[in-house]
């Protein structure tokens, strides 16, 4: 029996299942009965046997079988496979028929990788936790160790639960993926442990594996408890495991590797209750495909997954939120100690109990950013107050932060009326002048001129002119005693090319414009060709982010938009579909232990994972809707449309958007959280950078488009569009 799957063939012979594409085996699985058992010993042993029948009923092919442990438990298992669309769909009833003494199982649908058992031989994708080799993760993710067996997360850390394997030298793909959007809540009365039996644990693991004839588990202090059994591995496998467990993961250190001389993990399992009758049902997606490539593999596995899992649009009246959100930054904005004029650096929620005062150039605190939003929604929408604090915030940078070497300082306190120690982050000094110089454009563009304001940026751009490596890259962060190299990481180069562009069109200097060029070339041959999004997070170590894949956009976006190079569109293209692929654009139910947060009724799609790893997130993908419905405009991709709107909406269901909930100024958000665990876990603040990328791309929608939202910048034609597109033609004032 056979199913066609595109150019693929899935073959069902000898009790087994086998996949080819011109007559060449590429994936394949001959004891595809598959189950974990938690023994009366609480460690986990693994048995596999062929289908005991194989028969069609309709378009399906049903396989069945019972598998038998050696302590005498029996599961039933019936798999039906059948063509959906151009995925092939897996639904897998597992049946407890008896039961001796274990505690639980789970059961793992696979598949054979044939070219190779090599973890090395290939790419991978699985969004927000493992991109190619992972070669920038953090010691402790998923990735960075290639010695262990067992690559599997839980899928809940994953922004969209799917796993693809790519072939790096033929370009084959298999992926998994969960075939719908409907985990239950687990059962919160568990504490989660080393293995637990939770009959409601409705989430499964996916990633690959190449475990060896015998078990694993892991004491407390990192001991691998291992045991010969009669399983042998067929080879490495791409593997849908039910319900989930998170595979090795490097523990963080306790301690006890000195004692034990070992790099200690752990691995924690979920199972299901060995008793008689219980049954657990759940079906995946297998996707098969050729790429010329990883990024092309990455986009198709993603959209793929993305069209069938979506979210609904969160409903959002996009004008009184953003009224309400300049309001509360108005509000929040005083005048401190000293000249010094800003926004706390941190206030707890519900009640904005300040927490820290601290005034960051921009990253989390992005003042500058806000002075500008503030001076432009006082001077269009009659609010005098806004419009003095903004240019009162602008003029106190530009009064106190520059040093000698031309680089801005970063970080400034009242208390201390000084600056604190933070080094010149590139990244950091790159936001706050983009603002700078955004707020004097919209003051000459009134007919009013801060030249202070224009030479405090020219200053800035000199130096990035002058310190520029000789490649055309700048270094991730310099000291502050005399502007030397302090971080050699080179990837956040792209993040000041916007600055630079916009300069020589302000100034007409093609310095600027010369410098900008061949940043950009350093970043098409790095960032983009090596998938090196990376150390944007100026809080992180230089480690693989979705900020520096934003920082990308911004920078080849601006490169296309000064010369129309078709080079500058593909490395835009390429950053905006990895950045996406950082979006929770799923979602599962979510405990949430204060009242008044919005997450006590709204869902959680739309918040982002700031790194390598999963698991939660923020909502900093507010700041793309501007810039993806503009790649929309470039591309014709429908794509890029539908997922500017879910961003620019989604991302509102972290935010008390119309004051309901009870925040002490309405519309604000928190920063960010943890949610895996179905418990929402968060320091519960709002820091200022929350608001700003969502007023920053809603302003920037109105002056280009004329809309606070998607659709309202939909009513335009298409050649209006195309026109106010082209930003850069009426941009220098």
Known sequence: ?????????????????????????????????????????????????????????????????????????????????????????????????????????????SFVLAASD???????????????????????????????????????????????????????????????????????????????????????????????????????????????????RQGMTIDYVYPGTDGQLPRMDRGYNIDYMMRTKTMTRFYHPMEDGFSHTFSVAVDFGCYEGYDPMMRAAWRSVYARLKDPVFPVDHKRHYTLSMESLCALTRHYDGDSWGLPFSCQLPQLDVSSISFQFGFVGQQPGIGYQLIRYGDKYGREEAYRKGQNIVDFWVRTAMTPFGAPQNCYNPTITGFEPMPFWTRMIADGLENILDAYVYMKKKGEDRPTWLCFCRKAADRFVRIQN??????????????????DSKANTISVVRF???????TGETGYKVSALRAGEWAY???????????????????????????????????????????????????????????????????????????????????SPVTLGGGGGDMYMAACAYVYYRLYVMTGDEH?????????????????????????????????????????????????????????PVSRLVDTFGAYDIAGADRLSPEERERRNRIYDHYAP
């Open 118 to 232: 090599q973890v090395l031989d290939y790419d991978y994708f699985s969004p927000a936790n493992w991109y190619r080799q992972n070669e920038y993760a953090k010691p402790y993710s998923m990735g960075y160790d290639k010695d262990c067996e067992y690559f599997w997360r839980t899928e809940v850390n994953y922004t969209l639960p799917l796993f693809a394997v790519q072939n790096r030298a033929s370009g084959e793909m298999i992926m998994l993926s969960r075939w719908a959007s409907d985990v239950g809540m687990r059962d919160m009365t568990f504490v989660k442990s080393e293995h637990i039996v939770d009959r409601k644990y409705s989430f499964g693991s996916i990633g690959f594996s190449r475990p060896s004839s015998e078990t694993l588990n892991y004491l407390y202090y990192g001991f691998p408890l291992r045991k010969k059994i009669s399983t042998v």
């Open 470 to 487: 000789g490649d055309g890259s700048w270094y991730r962060a310099y000291n502050t005693e005399d502007d030397s190299m302090r971080m």
């Open 1 to 109: 029996m056979k199913i066609l799957c595109g150019s693929y063939e899935i073959a069902f012979e000898n009790g087994g299942v086998e996949v080819t594409r011109d007559g060449k085996l590429l994936y394949f699985n001959r004891r595809p009965m598959y189950a974990f058992i938690k023994t009366v010993l609480s460690i986990t042993e693994f048995y596999d046997a062929p289908y005991d029948t194989v028969s069609m009923d309709g378009d399906s092919v049903v396989c069945e079988g019972i598998l038998k442990t050696p302590t005498g438990a029996e599961l039933s298992m019936r798999d039906v496979y059948v063509l959906s669309g151009e995925s092939l769909k897996v639904t897998r009833t597992t049946t407890v028929l008896r039961h001796t003494d274990d505690y639980g199982f789970a059961s793992k649908i």
């Open 640 to 696: 890029y449309r539908d997922y500017a709107e879910f961003i620019h909406n989604n991302t509102r269901q972290a935010n008390d958007v119309y004051g309901e909930f009870g925040y002490a100024q309405p519309g604000l958000s928190h920063e960010g959280g943890h949610f895996a665990d179905q418990v929402f876990v968060s320091h519960y603040h709002w820091l200022p950078w929350v608001t700003y990328v969502e007023v920053d």
């Open 500 to 506: 630079l562009i916009q300069m020589y069109l302000v």
């Open 525 to 607: 041959e790095n960032t983009y060709k090596l998938m090196e999004y990376r150390g944007s997070t100026c809080d992180n170590t230089d480690i693989t982010d979705n900020e520096s894949g934003i920082y990308a956009i911004f920078g080849f976006m601006a490169l296309y938009d000064l010369t129309g190079e078709k080079k500058w569109l593909d490395a835009l293209i390429s950053a905006a579909d990895y950045t996406e692929t950082w979006t929770y654009c799923w979602s599962f139910p979510v405990q949430c232990p204060w009242p008044n947060h919005p997450f006590t009724k709204n869902r959680i799609s739309g918040q």
